[in-house]
């Protein structure tokens, strides 16, 4: 039994990380192993042992214990013939008797799903208000979509299937709430946020892309079902350009794919498709880190029935706000460490949750 006490976390190799991360083993798996020292220790009298009811007392323990804070499960579901990986992160307290809602956290592209937790900061922000979060794999570290070129589209990945199909799975084992799905993401990742949006029509209540924007092949016939946005783009952006342009988001070669609409047309494009008059309330967020030699200005727009907010970042990179610098400023710019990226989301889903 001793050796039970101690399964409930390990360290796992991280990725160039010497101390690793801490992964937990849910608590189902330590009452499988309860069970199978039983059965060795018993034998025969096993019979005996499922008479008493316990055996039915440890399969509902096995649907209702809650897990500990800082569980997070690494997950395969079968789509096309591909086995499609995920990282879902439960909140303290987790039971089956609760309904959670969920934030999909899309991974931008040359990223997965285990390096963008600590990139995005979201669990601990998450866990305060009982959100699981979710991070997908893509193949060959991108998202498949129109008018963005990448591998997963040479190769005619159906990412939207895969997203629709991990959203059913989750109402269905992981007790998540089907009005209350939310999705945000860096570059890439916050790319495919805007086309999830367009193709899943109604499925997620908000999202909250991150350096983004539409690609140009499609914006004239890109719409959505009206839904709360929270936008955050840099201005001195090197990847995707804050006025538009080609983006230098992609390993594929330069062609007609992976131009951007502006961010001005973006931010047009989103109050028309929210029915957001112009009316709008503007205000600068504290300059915290002078030295960062960036400022935020938040604006929010008064739509009908939904939300949208803008952060626009002075001199912001291709980069997370209030994260890490991942890349040279070189490549991708500043960081701005006026504000953090992980909060501003999670409260904007809060707020329309």
């Known amino acids: 039994m001793r050796e039970l006490l101690f399964m409930k976390r390990r360290v796992l190799p991280g990725n160039g990380n010497a101390h690793g991360t801490i992964r937990f083993i849910p608590f189902e798996l330590i009452v499988l192993q309860l069970l199978m020292i039983i059965h060795k220790h018993l034998g025969k009298s096993l019979q005996l042992f499922y008479s008493t009811g316990t055996f039915i007392f440890l399969l509902f323990l096995i649907q209702s214990k809650g897990y500990t804070q800082g569980t997070d499960l690494q997950r395969k579901i079968p789509i096309d013939q591909l086995q499609r990986e995920y990282l879902i992160h439960l909140p303290p307290g987790y039971s089956s008797t609760g309904i959670y809602p969920v934030i999909f956290a899309l991974h931008g592209g040359g990223g997965n799903y285990e390096n963008t937790p600590a990139l995005y900061n979201l669990n601990t922000v998450a866990d305060k208000y009982n959100f699981i ?20 589209n040479e190769q005619d990945i159906d990412d939207v299937k895969f997203i629709s199909v991990l959203m059913d799975t989750l109402v269905r084992n992981y007790h ?35 350096c983004a924007s539409i690609p ?4 004239d016939t890109y719409t959505f079902y009206p839904t709360s946005v929270l936008l955050i783009n840099g201005t001195d952006d090197p990847l995707l350009p804050f006025d538009g342009g080609h983006g230098s988001i992609s390993r594929s070669k330069r062609n007609e794919e992976n131009h951007f609409i502006s961010t001005h047309d973006l931010v047009h494009k989103i109050k028309t498709l929210n029915t957001c008059p112009e009316i709008s309330i503007a205000h600068p967020l504290p ?12 604006t929010t727009y008064q ?15 291709h980069t997370w706000p209030g994260g890490q610098q991942y890349l040279s400023k070189d490549i991708i710019g500043k960081v ?8 501003e989301i999670v409260n904007f889903f809060m707020a329309v949750k």
């Open 133 to 152: 979060v979710v991070y997908p794999n893509a193949i060959n570290k991108s998202w498949c979509m129109k008018g963005v070129g990448g591998m997963a």
């Open 287 to 298: 300059n915290h880190e002078k030295g960062d030699k960036c400022t935020a200005v938040k």
């Open 303 to 317: 739509c009908s029935g939904t939300r949208f907010v803008f952060i626009k970042v002075n001199n912001g990179g």
């Open 176 to 210: 998540a709430d089907s009005a209350s799905f939310f999705c945000t993401g860096l570059s890439r990742g916050g790319i495919f946020s805007f086309f999830l949006v367009s193709k899943l029509s109604g499925r997620f209540k908000a999202i909250a892309p991150v």
């Open 336 to 343: 701005c460490q006026d504000f953090k990226a992980e909060e």
């Open 216 to 219: 140009l092949s499609i914006a």
